[in-house]
């Protein structure tokens, strides 16, 4: 729980930070969640990420997010924060067996999202005029861990409203 909350923070602190010196309201922070799936023992989870852009581009630019997997409940079971290059795409990985303890005939409710940081608008040097939106596709998927077959894949995601970011007030 430390380390989601860590990262949330470093999250926070760079968009308060991009305010700070802009004197700009910062872009949002973007949160989206798939709907709940079930997973079992002897199954896994892996919730992809994939930056769309065309390595190609000129515009093209990597993407950083916050993956994490969520019980039923909203504890978070894992976190991690990735950084996806152009054409790529980075994973979240939950083990049945490894990462949730489940035992025979047992299941858990799970649910991933994404939390994609705001991106700080170009620089007065900078040819790319306008805010670098970065879109990033979520996809979860369960798999036999044996054998791989997979059983369910989720491609749609929901935004949810993400934790605010009070700009300081001018003067502090």
Known sequence: MFQYAHRISVFALATAALYAQTNVTPPAQITRTTGMVG?????????????????????????????????????MLKSKTVNVAPGTSQPLVVDSVKDLALVLNTRKEIRATITIPPVPPPTASSTTPGTRVCKLIGTLEIFNTLDGHTLVTLGALHTVPSPLVTPPTPGN
Not at 50 to 70: G, R, Y
């Open 39 to 75: 997973i079992a023992e002897g199954q896994t989870a892996q919730f992809n990420a994939l930056n769309p852009e065309d390595a190609a581009s000129a515009t093209a630019a990597p993407c950083s997010a916050l993956l994490t997997f969520l019980a039923d409940d909203g504890t």
